[in-house]
């Protein structure tokens, strides 16, 4: 494969194309960028009807490459995500039908619906890159995103997702509702025609994949790890967590610092890439305590005085 010409020119349109869909979502569209170049997927909370669904469509079709959707229900099965064998009694052989998981964007909608059975159907998958069905392995194609999305877990019917399938999201997301400015552009956009019929591709598979590729190779100094490890550390420490981050956690943080810098025209991490992805790639892989709850304390609370507290590395000048 070639380096893909003028990344950062072919990120604007991306984003732009979001934009153009979503209105007001600038934090939002730049978070679905990060966590798709840095080989992430993504877990959107929020009460329906503020646009989950037309976030993902938007993404897929912009990339130009295969969507599918998952509407999670209760008596979903996991044969349904993955896919099953049938049996071919003429030819005496079996023949693995594909499920909606075998595609580029993946939309898991209202995951916290189906039974935790279900759900963990999807962790191979997310972790891996591949789904294994009666003893046979099957390599997905890239780039592969999951975005799923849940409804508040006081909402009736939900299963809260366990922690395990948590970790496996680089990134939580609310989207909220729009501003009353922002809703009146929304029907003004909508009122002839739908945004998204005018919506082009602007990045072909392979171009993501490439792009993926030289995030990997974006530069961060042994000092922003360090202030990593520093402010994960602080979430297994604190007496208002009883969960803390898993090296997982610390790991995501780095791919996504590294996503975001090179998002920002940038090959190397700055201390900003890490401060501003924290609430978001470290929150949901924390638990509180009874007592923080109790007073009230919320994880965004925490992580931000963890950012605030935790000793920014100062790059140290060449002598000369």
């Known amino acids: ?8 020119v072919k990120v604007e ?18 978070l679905c960028v990060v966590a798709l170049l840095a080989e992430g997927h993504i877990l959107l909370e929020d009460v329906p009807g503020v646009g ?9 079709k912009s990339i130009d490459c295969e969507f599918k959707r998952i509407q999670f229900t209760p008596d979903l099965l996991p044969s349904d995500i993955t896919g099953v064998s049938m049996y071919h009694p003429k030819d005496m052989r079996f023949e693995f039908r594909k499920g ?10 209202e995951i916290n619906r189906t039974s935790p059975k279900t759900q963990s159907s999807l962790l191979e998958a997310m972790e891996e890159g591949d789904v294994t069905v ?3 392995t099957f390599e997905l194609q890239q780039p592969f995103l999951v975005m799923a999305t849940q409804n508040p877990i006081e909402y009736e019917g939900t299963y809260p997702l366990p922690e395990a399938q948590l970790d496996r999201f680089l990134i939580k997301l609310t989207m909220g509702y729009p501003t009353m400015e922002e809703e009146v552009e929304i029907l003004s956009r909508t009122s002839e025609r739908h945004p998204i019929e005018q919506i082009n ?3 072909k598979q392979e171009e993501i994949v490439e792009m993926q590729r030289a995030v990997m190779h974006v530069y961060i100094d042994e000092t922003i790890q360090q202030f990593i490890v520093s402010l994960v550390a602080q979430t297994r420490q604190s007496d208002l967590v009883s969960l803390g981050v898993s090296p997982r956690g610390s790991i995501a943080l780095m791919r996504a610092s590294k996503a975001y810098a090179y998002i920002d025209g940038r090959d190397y991490v700055i201390p900003d890439d890490v401060q501003f992805l924290a609430p978001y790639v470290l929150g949901h892989r924390m638990l509180l305590t009874s007592k923080a709850k109790y007073e009230g304390v919320t994880v965004e609370k ?11 590395p100062i790059r140290k000048e060449s002598r000369t």
């Open 1 to 8: 494969m070639h380096a893909v010409e003028n990344p950062q």
């Open 13 to 30: 349109q991306l984003m732009n194309n979001i934009h153009k869909v979503m209105i007001g979502q600038h934090e939002t569209a730049t």
């Open 52 to 60: 989950k669904t037309m976030l993902v469509r938007t993404l897929a």
């Open 100 to 109: 909606p998981i075998f595609g580029n964007i993946l939309l898991a909608d």
């Open 134 to 136: 009666d003893g046979e």
């Open 201 to 203: 591709a602007v990045l």
């Open 302 to 312: 925490i992580i931000r005085n963890f950012v605030e507290t935790t000793p920014v």
